[in-house]
Nanobody, 126 residues
Framework: QVQLVESGGGSVQAGGSLRLSCAAS????????MGWFRQAPGKERERVAS????????YYPDSVEGRFTISQDNAKNTVILQMSSLKPEDTAMYYC???????????????????WGQGTRVTVSS
């Protein structure tokens, strides 16, 4: 079993930056993929970044490409989401998730991830 705890959320003005952290503990060997998802009120939960810790393959949707970066620390127990050039539409609850390998890549659907953190709120004002 895996336990995930997010931190680093807050309120910033448009154009600012935030660094989110996800601390993982437990049987992390069973989860090759680490992902960041966000959910705004009235909208579906969507993937904003993922990394396959076996292949080091990363993915970003067009909405955040060039602005967000996912990375893993040397101990492989913390996953970082560095966000820059933030926009009001980035406002959401951000969740860290762990899931299975997909042939060296990671699933896009949140329904295919097994473990979730409680979330950290990000608010971007215009």
């Amino acid at each position: 079993q895996v336990q995930l705890v997010e931190s680093g959320g807050g309120s910033v003005q448009a154009g600012g930056s935030l660094r989110l952290s996800c601390a993982a503990s437990g049987s992390t060997y069973s989860s090759a993929c680490m992902g960041w998802f966000r959910q705004a009120p009235g909208k579906e939960r969507e993937r904003v970044a993922s990394i396959n810790t076996n292949s080091d393959s990363t993915y970003y949707p067009d909405s955040v490409e060039g602005r967000f970066t996912i990375s893993q620390d040397n101990a492989k127990n913390t996953v970082i989401l560095q966000m820059s050039s933030l926009k009001p539409e980035d406002t959401a609850m951000y969740y860290c998730a762990a899931g299975p390998d997909q042939g060296g890549y990671c699933y896009s659907s949140p329904r295919l991830y097994n473990y979730w953190g409680q979330g950290t709120r990000v608010t971007v004002s215009s």
